[in-house]
């Protein structure tokens, strides 16, 4: 017996492999009811796959068109995030990704005249300046969302006096990449009004989009705060504009 054990110990010190248990991953998805509730709206262009299983090696059940608003069942934090949702004639799980589609119910606005279509919450408003500016307010104070075009991008003006920007992120919108830029108010500086009752707010937030050498396309936000900044960011994911590389 003293032998043995002594072998035993050598093995041990030696390396030899171990067999541990480790505890059973689970089957299903993690849920999480406090967020397993609402509604989503579909941002993306050319749709959303809805899939039978949160994976996206899951089976496609269906596409779900831009606009469409699927209800929220459940909630996985697995494979990168996925709802659990249900339509009309549909239900399955949509990835989370916060680019493809928002929460909340969104409403369609095109302009022929601008050349461009999106999708805004159905709590704001929208009102046509003439001749190249749409006016989206967000209630209850005066943030607005200004959908503006101009020849190039240069002339949609970027930032503002007496603003620095404070924050920069990569976008993609319908086949074009931008910058997302975030300007802060410097100092307590008097609040203008420009036409269409847009108010110089606290912070700026703008998209400049370059469609084709005479296109450009503005989507700028007047924030009191940031509260509405996601909401700003899936009007601009919704963003489409008839022109090649935003065709599916």
Known sequence: MLVLAVLLSACTAHGTPHTTTRPPTPSGPT?????????RTVLSAIGLNVRAQPA?????????????????????????GWFQVKGTTISGWISSDPSLSAPGKYLP????????S?????????????????????PPG???????????VDQLGRGR?????????????????????????????????????????RYLVQVHLALDPQHA???????????????????????TFPFPQCQP
């Not at 849920?31 to 509604?39: E, I, L, P, Q």
């Not at 608003?69 to 909630?75: H, K, N, R, S």
């Not at 606005?109 to 461009?116: A, E, G, I, P, R």
């Not at 976008?171 to 997302?180: A, I």
């Open 31 to 39: 849920t999480t009811s406090a967020t397993a509730t609402g509604v």
């Open 56 to 80: 996206k090696s899951a089976a496609i059940v269906q596409t779900a068109a831009q606009g469409t608003v699927l209800t929220v069942t459940g909630q996985t934090d697995q494979n990168g």
């Open 109 to 116: 606005y095109s302009s022929t005249q601008l050349q461009v």
């Open 118 to 138: 999106l999708l805004y919450p159905e709590t704001w408003t929208v009102a046509e300046v003439p001749p190249t500016n749409v006016v989206l307010h967000v």
């Open 142 to 152: 005066h943030d607005t969302v200004v959908v503006s075009t101009a020849p190039a």
């Open 161 to 201: 006096n007496g603003y620095q920007r404070t924050n920069t992120e990569q976008v993609l919108v319908c086949g074009v990449t931008s910058t997302l830029a975030t300007y802060s108010q410097v100092g307590a500086a008097a609040s203008t009004t420009q036409p269409g009752g847009v108010v110089n707010e």
């Open 217 to 239: 396309l503005g989507i700028a936000a007047n924030l009191s705060d940031l509260a509405q900044l996601d909401a700003y960011k899936s009007v601009v994911d919704s963003a």
